[in-house]
């Protein structure tokens, strides 16, 4: 179950997290976000393990993260999981390229995979999921609903997204 979202917070500018918010084990927000113009609920996942990613299409540890998914994605494809990799809202303060080109010059091939949906953060999405807008953060939240894992730089954390695709493959 999704909660509603109602957070606010100033941009800091900082890439991520160095000690994420202690998270695990609340409900995850719902929040909208935008699709190709058309919004999208978060809670539209819910019965499927989620990642839900904050992205600046500028960002190098965000690029290397893409890249490293495209290197699992075998792994992801045996799993139920589905990643929302959204562009920050404001893109962290800094005009770049869209998202779906980001990824395109990134990591091609997620865009045709189903796992993988890409849009752009709404002003509340990132109210709720990133306050301090940091420009590279990503939640894990369980088929439940509730967030496991909040943490930023997926190249070079994962092994705690591994784990948790591994918890949901059947």
Known sequence: AFAAS???????GTMGPRNPPASA??????????????????????GH???VWEVA???GSCKAGLKAFARHQALIDKSD???VVLRDYKNGGYPGITI??????????LLKDKHFVFGN???ALDAAYNPHHYVDIYHLVTPSGQ????????????GRIEAFIKTGIK
């Open 81 to 83: 999981i589905k990643i």
């Open 57 to 59: 299409t500028w960002c």
């Open 25 to 46: 084990g609340e409900e995850a927000p719902d929040a909208a976000f935008l699709v190709g113009g058309q919004q999208v609920q978060l809670k539209t996942y819910q």
């Open 49 to 51: 393990p989620l990642m």
């Open 100 to 109: 779906d080109k980001f990824a395109a010059q990134a990591a091609p091939t």
């Open 121 to 123: 953060a709404s002003k």
């Open 6 to 12: 109602s957070a606010f917070a100033a941009p800091s």
């Open 147 to 158: 967030i496991a894992t909040t943490s930023s730089a997926p190249s070079a954390t994962f």
